[in-house]
């Protein structure tokens, strides 16, 4: 394409607890099986949230300097030097997970629980893996997912975060027609609202500590919505299926008390490491299903060809956008869960909404 890269460029980096800077970064030199991605727009994750308040991410703990970001999307201006990945030109979304055996057994076909997986943006393992949050990024070429011309890339960055619903969603089994509960209606939460809607739910309860979730949650297909603190309401759904996506116990309890007797409890929400209080002899006594649900495999083609189609309906889940020069301000409106849905930083504009 004739574009000449520049040595560096700004990007996202996170120093430790409360330390974050917009700075910029060399342009790490590709591999033979990289490619360089000009990055459009990065969605903003409570992961990110979590490396620039405290310092760590559950029990992955900053120890160097970090570039953050893992929902990204952009378009390819030069194409690994080994024929693979899409060629120059191509918008793309990203799949930021390496699999790697390691030194526990896991199911070869779920390779999201491969013990030696890296993701973009991770410190879970030293040296960390930077993300890409930043104006251009050098990803392996495996990575890229080509995106079709019917999907604008500004609804495209969220390909990674419903990927997460997706799978979360598929962990309960064939909803259709059965009764859902959501518990916690952040992004994740959200896009789980709008996955459930696709897949045939009957019907759809929502529920958070806050209005803004619930109207995003509507928006995107909710049939009722109920404030978190109203545990007889949350009770009487008997939901066939919850997904918990509150991350903390007391969404926990609440999914275990609004599920059905022989209902399913899908744990997406990454609760705190350690122990924590759990409505164990309820969830025996009604033979409920708890299951973890944990980042996501291939299902990021099939929440490509949905949101290309319009049968994933997406869209008020997105919030606000940024530009990358007021990318700490940005931090901060995503850190307000009351206020926002999906905060997204735009690496090519110098507007913000």
């Known amino acids: 394409m004739g574009i000449t890269l520049p040595a560096s460029g700004p990007a996202v980096v996170a120093h430790g607890k409360g330390d974050l800077r917009i700075e910029d970064i060399p342009l790490k030199a590709p591999a033979p099986d990289e490619s360089i991605v000009e990055i459009a727009y990065g969605g903003i994750c409570g992961s990110d949230l979590h490396y620039w308040l405290h310092g760590a991410a559950g029990e992955s703990i900053l120890k160097a300097s970090m570039v953050l970001g893992h929902e990204i999307v952009g378009v390819v201006i030069e194409q690994a030097a080994d024929g693979s990945g899409p060629e120059p030109g191509t918008r793309v979304a990203v799949h930021p997970a390496t699999p790697a055996p390691g030194g526990a ?75 859902a509960m959501v518990i916690g209606s952040g992004p994740i939460g959200a896009l789980a609202v709008a996955v459930l809607k696709r897949a045939g739910a009957a019907r759809i309860v929502a529920v958070d500590m806050h209005d803004k979730p619930l109207e995003i949650a509507r928006a995107v297909g909710a049939d009722a919505v109920l404030k978190g603190d109203d545990a007889e309401a949350i009770a009487a759904v008997e939901a066939d299926v919850v997904i918990e996506s509150s991350g903390s116990h007391h969404g926990l309890a609440s999914a275990i008390k609004g599920a059905t007797r022989g209902g399913k409890v899908v744990m997406v929400g990454l609760l705190p490491s350690g122990p924590q209080p759990v409505f164990i002899s309820l969830a025996i006594t009604r033979e409920l299903e708890l299951l973890g649900s944990f980042r996501f495999n291939n299902e990021i083609d099939d929440v490509i060809a949905a949101l290309a189609d319009g049968s994933l309906f997406v869209d008020p889940v997105i919030t606000h956008e940024f530009d990358l020069a007021h990318g700490l301000e940005a931090f901060k409106v995503a850190r307000n869960s009351a206020e926002s849905g999906k905060v997204l930083l735009n690496f090519s504009s110098k507007g913000s909404i």
């Open 105 to 179: 057994r896991y199911p070869e076909e779920r390779p999201n629980l491969s013990p030696g997986c890296t993701y973009l943006g991770s410190a879970a393992r030293y040296p960390h893996t930077d993300g890409a949050f930043s104006r251009y990024a050098t990803l392996p070429s495996r990575m890229l997912r080509a995106l079709p011309e019917t999907l604008d890339l500004r609804t495209a960055a969220l390909v990674e975060p419903a990927s997460v619903a997706w799978h979360a969603v598929a962990r309960a089994g064939d909803v259709a027609g059965k009764t």
